[in-house]
């Protein structure tokens, strides 16, 4: 009979992964052919138990071979057994707790992310909720405006005007050349309006 993987390292069927680990590389060093002492087989099985032990899925396998579960068998299929991980610390594996949570609730904190994304977007993709006034694009020279909140729209002349479009010009700077007026863009074109005092 085979000495058991567990018995080639010198570690408990319940040592951690940190610990096998360490079991080999001192096991690696007594039976490597090289040292007095040492042989090819020595070595061999060292290697054989570290390759099934060292990897978490070939080790829960051979824990299966080695304790079989007796299920009865009532003429259907044998469902395949399953061996749960117990819950190892972190520091089994080598990492931080900090990072170990970090990484684990990684999915969360992105869901959270794009849910708040989208509320945000969605509130304020109308201007915060409040209906938007579409501004009266067809200006032109001569027409009353009246400017509210950076926007300026057309409205007949009864006195609540702001001012007169004195010119519609293709850059800010060119309002200057006249007097009294001061440049406002248009809404919906890469002009400017020229507003002078109304009367």
Partial sequence: MTTSHYLTLGVAESATAAEI?????????????????????????????????????????????LHPRTMPNFGGTRPEPTVEEPDRPPEA??????????VR?????????VLGGLFFLSAFANG???????????????DCITEAAGSI???PCDGSTTGIAQAI????????SRPGTHAVPLPTAPKFVCIGPPG
């Fill in 128 to 142: 915060g909720g409040e209906p938007q006034q579409r501004p009266n694009v067809s200006i032109e020279v001569g």
């Fill in 153 to 155: 729209r057309r409205v």
């Fill in 169 to 176: 010009v293709a850059e800010a700077q060119d309002c200057v």
């Fill in 93 to 102: 594996d080598g990492t931080s707790p900090a990072v170990f949570h970090m």
């Fill in 21 to 65: 680990r360490s079991a080999y590389l001192t096991k690696a060093q007594v039976a490597h052919p090289d040292r007095q002492g040492g042989s090819d087989q020595q070595m061999r099985a060292v290697n054989d138990a570290w390759a099934v032990l060292g990897d978490p899925d070939k080790r829960r396998d051979y824990d299966l071979q």
């Fill in 105 to 113: 609730s990684a999915p969360t904190i992105l869901v959270l992310l």
